[in-house]
């Protein structure tokens, strides 16, 4: 089993940034993939950015290219989103993937944000 936690959700105005973490822990070896992906009100889950877990490069949604950056050190994984916008609030997850692709994974519990104008 892979665990994964979440940190460093919160309240932002629009412009502004946040940094998301996440802490992987348990079979790490088990991991193909690790990614980012978020869940508006209403909305379904969406992917937002990953990358192999034996590294590579990193894939974006379309709609936070050039404003949010993915980086992992070790077990701990971040999301720097700069220039926020409202239609970015969501809860974000951690998703650690069973297999190569990003439609099998391990999940967090989530972490909110919320960004206002």
């Known amino acids: 089993q892979v665990q994964l936690v979440e940190s460093g959700g919160g309240l932002v105005q629009a412009g502004g940034s946040l940094s998301l973490s996440c802490r992987v822990s348990?079979?790490?070896?088990?991991?193909?993939?690790i990614a980012w992906f978020r869940q508006a009100p209403g909305k379904e889950r969406g992917f937002v950015s990953g990358?192999?877990?034996?590294?590579?490069s990193t894939t974006y949604a379309d709609s936070v290219k050039g404003r949010f950056t993915m980086s992992r050190d070790k077990n701990m994984v971040y999301l720097q989103m700069n220039s926020l916008k409202p239609e970015d609030t969501a809860v974000y997850y951690c998703?650690?993937?069973?297999?190569?692709?990003?439609?099998?994974?391990?999940w967090g519990q989530g972490t909110q944000v919320t960004v206002f104008s």
């Open positions: 348990g079979r790490t070896d088990s991991i193909y993939t």
């Open positions: 998703a650690a993937g069973r297999r190569l692709g990003y439609d099998d994974n391990y």
């Open positions: 990358i192999n877990w034996g590294g590579g």
